[in-house]
């Protein structure tokens, strides 16, 4: 039983759409994330929420907007697609804030943008 | 400014071989670190959480130990397997930041069978 889901997996699209990417965790967690793996590798966080609340929102364009409709659920919307966004996005999660939880990651989702 | 640093970016080992992984963080004021496995294409799995109070943590052929004072981690496999060929990634949190982790760029492993 997957413990956080990621859908889709694959997405490619042209520069100028707007595209959604979806995560759920059936963990029972409080806090869930957003990082971006880019070409060279690096994973940098871009949200967090917990219990529904923005806790962290890095320097991220603003064409880029999370959404969690209820705690096990966050959603990454990206407006006005460019090249650079091209990359793999990762979702995890983790029982709360605090710093001494271990976090679980998602398979990720890489979208290309063309 | 909390930076993270793997050396080697890549290695390549023969099956059998014991080997060590290194990670090393400039601000030693963390709670843990985590280590991580990636797959080509794939999710991260994590290995290891090792708390700050801890020294070491063990699972299976792995270990991992943490010097907070000299800003080291390493990750040690033990009869290394061609199984165990994959991305290993270590990551800090922030402190007070809400969980957000600072990666390395990782070490990409090759276990020659």
């Known amino acids: 039983d997957t413990a956080v889901s990621q859908t889709p997996k694959y997405l490619v699209t042209q520069m100028g759409n707007d595209k959604s990417i979806k995560c759920e965790q059936n963990?029972?967690?409080?806090?869930m994330y957003w990082y971006k793996q880019d070409s060279k590798k690096f994973l940098k966080i871009m949200f967090s929420?917990?219990?529904?609340?923005?806790?962290i929102n890095e320097t991220v364009p603003n064409r880029f907007s999370p959404k969690s409709p209820d705690k096990a659920h966050l959603n990454l919307h990206i407006n006005s697609l460019e090249l650079g966004d091209s990359a793999v996005y990762f979702c995890?999660?983790?029982?709360?804030?605090?710093?001494?939880?271990?976090?679980?990651f998602g398979p990720g989702t890489r979208l290309t943008v063309t | 400014k909390q930076e993270v640093t793997q050396i080697p970016a890549a290695l390549s080992v023969p099956e059998g071989e014991n080997l060590v992984l290194n990670c090393s963080f400039t601000?030693?004021?963390?709670?843990?670190l985590q280590w991580f496995r990636q797959d080509p294409g794939k999710g991260l799995t994590s290995l290891l959480l090792?708390?700050?109070?801890?020294r070491e943590q063990t699972s299976g052929r792995l270990n991992a130990s943490l010097d907070k004072s000299s800003g080291r981690s390493t990750l040690y496999i033990a009869a290394s397997q061609p199984g165990d060929s994959a991305t290993y990634l270590c990551?800090?949190?922030?402190?007070?930041?809400?969980?957000?982790?600072?990666f390395g760029q990782g070490t990409e492993l090759s276990v020659k069978p």
């Open positions: 090792i708390q700050s109070s801890q």
């Open positions: 601000d030693s004021a963390i709670y843990n």
């Open positions: 929420y917990n219990n529904k609340e923005l806790i």
């Open positions: 963990l029972g967690h409080d806090t």
């Open positions: 995890a999660s983790s029982p709360s804030t605090r710093q001494t939880y271990e976090q679980y």
């Open positions: 990551a800090v949190p922030l402190y007070n930041q809400g969980g957000k982790l600072i």
